[in-house]
């Protein structure tokens, strides 16, 4: 089955300092991956998808970034993190399918300081 | 363009009373939907889909939604609630060239004892 590894838990980062969440998967090949933010009041953002390899479609403009190194690792990267970027971080995993449910990894709680 | 509209931020109920969210949406194909659960600091979880096969879906823990095409709705339903079903909810569409899903805010659902 499906697995998604997400980490840390938790982590907590001064303004300014750089980021760098990981997450892989298991149990399949060729996903197409994800990473949504939620925030405060804001609901599920999709910030970044992958359909491949080196393949990355940024859906809001904002100071992350995302890599695709390896089939089943998805990287979300900050070089100077903000206030603004504190929220929880979902890594989910899908298929180009409209059928095709999203599993979720069980997220990171960034807090920026 | 398509939406999802979950009416109420926020839903009370009693434990062991029906539990009702709202969830339109609009699209202008035929779409696939999805209610999600979130427990707190967790990912989602699928609850369960509609993908045309019988308007009438029933899903995990006790929960079934159903589509209806007039009303462009798919509402999700439990006769019975527990104190394990607290948790926000959220409403999805999938559509689109890139078969992305358009969410909706989220229901929290709070079970008074």
């Known amino acids: 089955s499906q697995t998604i590894h997400q980490w840390p838990a938790t982590l907590v980062q001064p303004v300014g300092s750089p980021l760098s969440l990981e997450c892989t998967v298991e149990g399949t090949s060729n996903p197409n991956l994800y990473w949504y933010r939620q925030a405060a009041g804001r609901g599920l953002q999709l910030l970044f998808y992958s359909v491949g390899i080196g393949q990355i479609s940024s859906e809001v403009p904002q100071n992350l970034s995302a890599s695709r190194p390896q089939d089943r690792q998805f990287i979300l990267s900050s070089k100077k993190l903000l206030l603004s970027d504190s929220g929880f971080y979902l890594c989910?995993?899908?298929?180009?399918?409209?059928?095709?449910?999203?599993?979720f990894g069980n997220g990171t709680r960034l807090t920026v300081t | 363009a398509q939406s999802v509209t979950q009416l109420g931020s926020h839903v009370s109920v009693s434990e062991g009373a029906l539990v009702l969210l709202r969830c339109n949406y609009s699209?202008?194909?035929?779409?696939?939907l999805f209610w999600y659960v979130q427990y707190p600091n967790q990912g989602l979880q699928l609850l369960l889909k509609?993908?045309?096969?019988a308007t009438l879906v029933k899903g995990i823990n006790g929960f079934e939604a159903e589509f209806k095409k007039s009303e462009t709705s798919f509402h999700l339903t439990k006769p019975s609630a527990h104190m394990s079903d607290a948790a926000e909810y959220f409403c999805a569409v999938s559509v689109g060239s890139n078969y992305q899903l358009i969410w909706g805010a989220g229901t929290k659902l709070i079970i008074k004892p």
């Open positions: 989910a995993l899908g298929r180009s399918s409209y059928n095709s449910p999203l599993h």
């Open positions: 509609y993908t045309s096969a």
């Open positions: 699209s202008s194909v035929p779409p696939y």
